[in-house]
């Protein structure tokens, strides 16, 4: 049976980029080429450990690389497999010299007739070169969701799919013949993804995961509607989250500050613009961030364009019949504001994004033609447009 995948539509990576003084001391500006991956990847993770970037899993599968920022000439190393069943949307945050794979989507086993949202956590030991399966599970759905630590000793995350929404919807579309059951067949979408945004019930809490105890905490919810597929950028305790998706197929521009700690962490900035030529900003979902030369960088991304206008129109099952939109444009914010400069060399999403001195490293991604890319650029502001370095 073969499934529109623009119907079923499965959240991808949530990008997440942590600014740390280890994460930032980086010093490449001296070499012109960045080292392609050695295979395409979208919808995986990445993760950051002072000089060193990773990035795997996803279409992937099971592999896991990693480049020393210091040593490009040695290009991407091939690390250890992982170790769990292969999945695509988790997110992944850094504690100390270890790295956390949460939630995600796949099949336990490759006979399955669907896959499921994962609630498994997964620890990478960058020294030991090993992974290990967690003794905790999250309480909540985490496909799609953004994750940052804000003091070196917890997780936080923000949004996350419904584990048993989602189970129940991918297990009766996987399962019904659509040749032979039309009908049934468009029941099952049509009334998924007709639904109102907050009757999805995805995650709004923001939630803390301490691994020395394995315990989790629910640190309140946002004021938001919830979201998925976000970029964040992260600094110290801060995390400003960019844009993603308020359910499936229908993006928000909104653009939002949390601070761990405050008495009022919420924070409303700019949204982003509209792009030229338009008149309308759709939202993106999986855009690359980071930050460079003191401005924020927010570049690519997915959408349906037309969702807006639809739901605006009444119409919740709002992507319907509009393909799935890659875009190469690029917004920095400086001083609070945005502004769009050039575009990306092509339209991508679903990669991965890392800051570093130099600007922000970019790598993988999903295409217009749905492949996934193996290409790494480096993204620089240098005062009137975003450079762009392959």
Known sequence: MKINKNLIHTPLLAVSVVLSANALASNTSTVGQWPDLPVGVKSGIGAQVGDKIFVGLGSAGKAFYMLDLKDLKSGWQVKADFAGPVRSGATASVIGDEIYIFGGSGKVKPSDASPILFNTVYRYDISENTWTLANTSAPVGLLGAASYSPDGQQVLFFGGYNKDYFDRYLSDVMTTD??????????????????????YKWNRSVLSYQPTTGKWRDLGESPYLPNCGSALVADGKRAILISGEIKPGLRTAEV????????????????????????????VAGAYAGESNGVLIVAGGANFHGAKAAFERGNMFAHNGFGKAFNPEIYVQ????????????????YGASFSTNDGVLIAGG????RSASNKVYLLAWDGSKVGIED
């Open 256 to 283: 939002k500050q949390y601070q761990f700690g405050a008495e009022q962490p919420w924070q409303s900035q700019h949204a982003l613009p509209a792009p030229k030529q338009s008149l309308v900003q759709e939202g």
């Open 178 to 199: 659509k040749k032979s059951q039309p009908e049934t067949w468009q029941k099952i979408v049509d009334d998924y993804m007709g639904m109102k945004p907050l009757d």
């Open 334 to 349: 400086k001083e609070g504001l945005w502004k769009q400069v050039n575009d990306l060399p092509e339209g991508l999403a």
């Open 366 to 369: 999903e295409k217009s033609d």
